[in-house]
């Protein structure tokens, strides 16, 4: 059985504050969308079924808990990095579409094993489409 393509959505004022992230993510072979605002992700994860979302909170729309909580009951994980002096400290926000709020922060290099994680979960549990199959099938 082929694993299902992680579906994501990256929520940051500039593309260029999560380069990083876009490469890892696409050198795992995950299917990444872009937003620019918690409003744009609102809009977004209202019409696409996603499985992770990771995004800066407080952006200026400060749309984070309404976002959250669109989440709630989904089968999606959203995580927001939270810029501190030293880089940045990742908060789970919705966990398999469970609130997590108050979890722990977690630090950039606890977060990287963390995202494996989420990664291979999401990867275990959904099947692949008809297409994502084809598509490996073709690579």
């Known amino acids: 059985m082929v694993a299902?393509?992680?579906?994501?959505?990256?929520?940051?004022?500039?593309?260029?504050?999560?380069?990083?992230l876009t490469e890892r993510l696409r050198g795992l072979a995950c299917e990444i969308h872009f937003a620019s605002s918690c409003n744009e992700a609102i809009t977004f994860v209202s019409n696409h079924q996603l499985d992770l979302v990771l995004g800066?909170?407080?952006?200026?729309?400060?749309?984070?808990?309404?976002?959250?909580?669109?989440?709630?009951g989904s089968s999606a994980t959203l995580v927001y990095s939270y810029p501190v002096e030293t880089g940045c400290w990742w908060l789970p926000a919705v966990k398999n579409g469970q609130l997590?709020?108050?979890?722990?922060?977690?630090?950039?290099?606890?977060?990287?094993?963390?995202?494996?994680?989420?990664?291979?979960?999401?990867?275990?549990?959904?099947?692949?489409?008809?297409?994502?199959?084809?598509?490996?099938?073709?690579?």
């Open 4 to 20: 299902k393509t992680p579906r994501i959505l990256l929520i940051a004022a500039s593309p260029m504050g999560v380069s990083f």
């Open 100 to 139: 997590c709020w108050g979890s722990l922060a977690m630090r950039p290099s606890e977060f990287i094993g963390f995202l494996d994680d989420i990664l291979k979960d999401i990867r275990s549990r959904q099947p692949a489409t008809s297409e994502e199959s084809r598509r490996a099938a073709s690579s």
């Open 56 to 72: 800066e909170f407080g952006l200026r729309d400060d749309s984070s808990f309404a976002l959250a909580a669109l989440l709630v």
